[in-house]
């Protein structure tokens, strides 16, 4: 029996997937914003944080939705939406790899 590949997660946004909701709620937390005020253009750096901590970033990361981000790659981000994409695709790689 051949196991079937698990579709690449969409790049579009779905605020009501549980992930992303998860992901919202847990950077509301860390930005001490309103969930609202996370939408896919919102910048990182500036609208949020202007001294973004991505160690601390990381660590929230890992411990409320066991997603590890390195550093570099988190520099890279720069919407709400770039870290909301990289999110899903680190969980559906690793439910893919889960899978195999």
């Known amino acids: 029996m051949t196991a079937t590949a698990t579709p690449m997660p969409s790049t579009q946004l779905r605020w009501e997937h549980p992930i992303e909701l998860r992901l919202r709620a847990a950077m509301a937390r860390f930005f001490a914003v309103d969930a609202t005020a996370l939408r896919p253009g919102t ?58």
């Not at 390195?70 to 870290?83: K, N």
């Open 43 to 100: 910048t990182l750096r500036g609208e949020l944080a202007h001294g973004l901590d991505l160690t601390a970033l990381g660590v929230v990361l890992d411990s409320e939705l066991d997603v590890q981000i390195p550093d570099w790659a988190l520099e890279r981000m720069r919407t709400y939406a770039d870290l909301a994409r990289t999110v899903r695709i680190v969980i559906w790689a690793r439910e893919t790899k889960k899978a195999a």
